[in-house]
């Protein structure tokens, strides 16, 4: 072995692994002369058969295969030769290996916890994809993929027979764990399952390249100077043991699944494997070989090729995520450049954007940061319009965000339309000598440009937005320097955002009707599951309609009937009640508090509605039928029986539903998450509470000192007392700090910009606020 394989040492291995006279599992002969053959392409089936026939059990798995209804024969295989001939040397080799290695080794597990036939099913499924892969990759020896794919997790069996440890009650500790199975044995058994197979597989005398492959398979290693083939086969195998467990073929049951090393996506072109239709071929092999080995294996018509496709998808993105290589160096880029970033303020990216549930909270942490590293007057991220090409401002900071959120700028316009077009990273350091910038839009605002950066947002390098930072609060220019960070920033964002709307996009299919836009059956089962929750959310009085669409002359409802009603019940019914489209024309409706003679009023506003809407001759044999059921505290319990005593008998298949394209859909998505929160927003913006707290401010325009009194506060705007000596005047820049009077004594730090000036009272607002301020919440709402 050279330098290239670091393996453990033998003193290493006894420190996990007991050897207390039992027999560890050898490699089989068969399969280890296989192996030997397979690269010399002069091999003809006289040598493969040569080897069959020196283990009577493959001789007899052979001609059983052969002769099983797989392949269909009309006479019955009696003679060895004519068996190998038939099946051809690559499926002998591979059903030889196989078998072998499953009899000889993984049937020796020790403990219940560790399902040795869930393990070999996921060995089985790795070892079979990372073959397929490795014939479209054109990989000179898909066979070693085929064996590679198989070890890979070998370690783990030693563990089990040999381990120090009891390794079933590690798995069963670990199943709800978050964390990465790997990182867990090395923290609790001492070593990771790809050492250990690592290490027998080279004691074992198999090619150097299956042994980097087993070692490999869940770790970095571009530092090790691989050639093309030895890198392309560890990211095979990597790649099909991460597919594999994204679609539930794990080696037991666990929570979270592996993590790609970005070594994977640079050896593998994923547009030339085509990964759907790999995994297809995959759980068709893997199905037709199943009974052999006593497992079940779901059927590959189970699997819709969307949502598969979309899980792939959001793991590669959790994938980049968890390795954030962007973060890592933005916070190098910060260290060497500590001008940048002010002494009171920290930065903080990966652990708020870890916990960010929408594309929404996505874009604040990111604005924010960027607010809180650049101080610029005024930064915006915008997005594309796909039908157009034209940019949005979706986000909006600084100040003069009013006027531009929401605005178009056509497309290839000015600094961010040049970004959008070319996807290239930019700064204008002097926009008075660069052509590029659009005059109209400081027109529109009132504002004068000094100097701008920007830089792309990209997925699968096309470009999807910008984020665009104009002019510094300090008045200086912006730097090379700044460019990089932001860079880095920008891909970290991108990334953020992909996972974001997968999660989001994943969960509108589950639970949304993609016609109506309501909530779907799996959802109103959701809700009844949890009786509990259940009673707590729709309180003392419960109601209940069942409402049907009746046609005329059997005719089906049309679509444009079923969004109008779909319409009428969001129009009449309040925010707190839940719409559901239960199944083809037949919505169900939960009114939250509601007794039997409110739900009977609300029963005729939408019937009336309906009548009044659907009066066209072409639907005049459209008609809706309403059964309203109420029940009480008590009884509420009795309403998820009747619900599930009349509508849970005869459950349809639901359709499933195609996930749309990131550019499309990602400004659409944004735009309903912030109408959405608009009611709250607007209540937030308008609520004052009256204060009298003392402060201090530092101007930074003069960099000037002094004290303030806080008369006023809300979670957007803040009313000051400042001395008539000091000069404060609209647009200023002030760092305002005081203490609540909550019990705490809450510190709050912000930066204000001036908006109102009257003697001595002075209106502010909060210039690059926090996306949650945890302490001044709780105090407004207090």
């Not at 959790?318 to 970033?341: C, F, G, M, P, R």
């Not at 029963?603 to 309906?610: A, G, S, T």
Request: net charge neutral.
């Amino acid at each position: 072995m050279n330098d290239k394989l670091i393996l453990p040492s033998k003193s290493e291995i006894e420190k996990v692994l007991k050897f207390d006279g039992k027999e560890l599992p050898i490699f089989p002969q068969a399969a280890s002369k296989l192996l030997e053959i397979s690269r010399d392409e002069s091999t003809s089936i006289k040598d493969i058969l040569k080897i069959v026939e020196t283990d009577p059990g493959i001789s007899a798995r052979v001609l059983e295969i052969v002769n099983s209804a797989i392949y269909g024969l009309q006479r019955k295989i009696k003679a060895l030769s004519e068996a190998v001939v038939l099946l051809g040397v690559d499926e002998i080799k591979k059903l030889t290996i196989g078998m072998t290695v499953f009899q000889k080794m993984f049937k020796s597990g020790k403990t219940n916890q560790f399902d040795m036939l869930l393990f070999w099913r996921h060995c089985l499924s790795v070892a079979v994809l990372s073959m397929e892969i490795a014939k479209k990759m054109r990989y000179p020896h898909p066979e070693e993929a085929y064996v590679a794919g198989l070890l890979h997790d070998v370690g783990k069996i030693f563990f089990d027979i040999q381990g120090r440890k009891n390794y079933g009650e590690f798995i069963h500790n670990i199943s709800t764990s978050q964390d990465q199975i790997i990182e867990k044995e090395r923290k609790i058994l001492g070593l990771g399952h790809d050492d250990v197979g690592a290490f027998y597989c080279s004691l074992w005398k198999l090619p150097e390249s299956i042994v980097m492959a087993v070692k490999y398979h869940h770790q970095r290693f571009n530092y090790l100077h691989l050639s093309k083939e030895e890198a392309l086969l560890i990211s095979m195998v990597s790649l099909s043991n991460f597919i594999c467990w994204t679609q539930g073929i794990g080696s037991f049951d666990m929570v979270r699944p592996p993590i790609l090393s970005p070594e994977v996506e640079e050896s593998i072109d994923f547009n030339k494997i085509d990964i759907i239709k790999s995994i297809n071929l995959m759980n068709k092999e893997v199905e037709s070989i199943s009974e052999f080995y006593n497992f079940v294996f779901p059927s590959a018509n189970q699997l819709h090729e969307n949502l598969l496709w979309t899980n792939f998808k959001l793991c590669r993105v959790n994938t980049k995520y968890y390795h954030q290589d962007s973060l890592a160096k933005i916070q190098n880029l910060l260290q060497t450049n500590e001008n940048v970033l002010s002494s009171d303020l920290n930065f903080e990216l990966g652990k708020p954007l870890a916990k960010a549930k929408t594309i929404k909270e996505v874009l604040d942490i990111v604005m924010f940061q960027i607010g809180c590293i650049f101080e610029p007057i005024h930064w915006s991220l915008l997005l594309k319009d796909p039908k157009n090409g034209d940019m949005i401002f979706s986000v909006v900071v600084g100040t003069n965000k009013e006027k531009l959120q929401g605005v178009r700028l056509p497309k290839g316009e000015g600094v961010a339309g040049y970004i959008m077009e070319t996807g290239e990273y930019l700064i204008v350091e002097d926009v008075s000598k660069d052509n590029r910038l659009n005059n109209r839009m400081d027109k529109y605002t009132g504002f004068k440009t000094s100097s701008i950066i920007g830089t792309p947002l990209k997925t699968e390098n096309k470009t999807f937005g910008v984020i665009e930072l104009i002019d510094k609060v300090s008045g200086d220019k912006f730097t090379p320097e700044e460019l990089n960070i932001l860079a880095s920033i920008s891909e970290y964002a991108a990334i953020a955002i992909e996972r974001a709307y997968y999660n989001q996009a994943l969960t509108k299919i589950a639970t949304i009707d993609s016609l109506t836009d309501l909530k779907n059956r799996y959802s109103l089962e959701r809700t009844l599951c949890n009786k509990e929750a259940m009673l707590k959310r729709y309180g003392p009085n419960t109601s209940m309609m069942i409402i049907n669409i009746n046609k005329g002359g059997g005719r089906q409802a049309a679509d444009k009937i079923l969004k109008k009603l779909a319409l009428i019940l969001k129009k009449t019914l309040r925010r707190e009640d839940d719409i559901f489209r239960y199944e083809g024309d037949k919505f169900i409706v939960l009114l939250s508090r509601t007794d039997s003679e409110t739900a009977v009023l609300a029963k005729r506003r939408i019937l009336n509605l309906f009548d009044t809407i659907t009066s066209d001759k072409d639907e005049i044999d459209i008609k809706i039928s309403i059964f309203v059921h109420s029940v009480e505290t008590d009884h509420a319990k009795g309403l998820v029986s009747f619900i599930e005593e009349k509508l849970f008998k005869n459950k349809p298949d639901l359709k499933e539903e195609p996930v749309g394209n990131l550019e499309e859909n990602l400004q659409p998505l944004l735009e309903q998450e912030i109408k959405d929160q608009k009611p709250e927003n607007e209540k937030a913006k308008t609520y004052r509470k009256k204060v009298s707290l003392m402060g201090e401010f530092i101007q930074l325009k003069t960099k000037s000192y002094g004290r303030m009194t806080v008369e006023g506060i809300s979670s957007r705007e803040i009313d000051l007392i400042i001395s008539s000596e000091q000069r404060v005047q609209v647009n200023d820049f002030l760092d305002i700090k005081f203490h609540l009077d909550d019990p705490k004594k809450s510190l709050l730090e912000r930066r204000v910009i001036v908006r109102e000036v009257k003697n001595k009272y002075v209106t502010a607002e909060f210039h690059n606020p926090p996306p949650y301020s945890k302490s001044l919440g709780f105090y407004l709402l207090s």
